[in-house]
């Protein structure tokens, strides 16, 4: 069974500049999570969906993060402009009853 | 907001040895997981743990989490050189939400 899968793996871009990274969630899997893990941290989850429906934005920073999950399967995290404390290991993971899998995530360096 | 706190931070230790490591939060969870994270990997689930005060185990692995649903413990039996990672504990809230502490990470001196 395939894993969650994350692109790109690596991001370096410029403050104030866009980026977007993408998540396709293990297969059947409804619940599909964006988390950012800070260096020295554990992950923190940005944004819950339920489908194509959110559930849980609480701390997504709404004023430059926004995520969609359209079609309730692939889903896309996008940063807007970024700023230097952006920078971290954004990881996708998805579920289908409670236990959470996590991708690889995507390593963004904001310079 | 709700906080978990992991101790140790880090620890190096030699290869044979048990490992001992805990986590402490400021709110109850009713659900408390340990995860493993390998360097450029997302975490992986090794214990989740669904009632207070029970021991349950998965290989040489071992956790519990307290009655008071405010802490955890995860022990590693006759540490081997793969067990190196950042170890971290996460309570579940409602909606499947985790919260995760900051992370132990484990060295290991074959």
């Known amino acids: 069974e395939a894993g969650v899968a994350q692109s790109p793996r690596y991001k370096i871009i410029e403050k104030r500049q866009s980026v977007a990274f993408w998540c396709n969630p293990i297969s059947g899997h409804a619940t599909l999570y964006w988390y950012q893990q800070i260096l020295g941290q554990g992950p923190k989850l940005l944004i819950q969906f339920q489908n194509n429906g959110v559930v849980d934005d609480s701390q997504l920073p709404k004023d430059r993060f926004s995520a969609e999950r359209l079609k309730g399967v692939d889903s896309t995290l996008k940063i807007q402009p970024a700023k230097l404390e952006d920078s971290a290991v954004y990881l996708c993971a998805s579920s289908l009853f409670n236990e959470q899998f996590f991708g690889p995530g995507t390593r963004l360096t904001v310079l | ?110």
Do not use: H
């Open chain 2, 1 to 110: 907001g709700q906080q978990l706190n992991q101790s140790p931070q880090s620890m190096f230790i030699q290869e044979g040895e048990d490992v001992s490591m805990n986590c402490t939060s400021s709110s109850i969870f009713n659900t408390w997981l340990w995860y493993k994270q390998d360097p450029g990997e997302g975490p992986v689930l090794l214990i989740a743990l669904y009632k207070a005060g029970e021991l349950t185990s998965n290989g040489r692995l071992t956790a519990q989490f307290g009655i008071t649903r405010k802490d955890s413990f995860l022990n590693i039996s006759a540490s081997i050189p793969s067990d190196v990672g950042i170890y971290f504990c996460a309570g579940q809230g409602l909606g499947n939400k985790l919260v995760f502490g900051a992370g132990t990470i484990l060295r290991v001196k074959s």
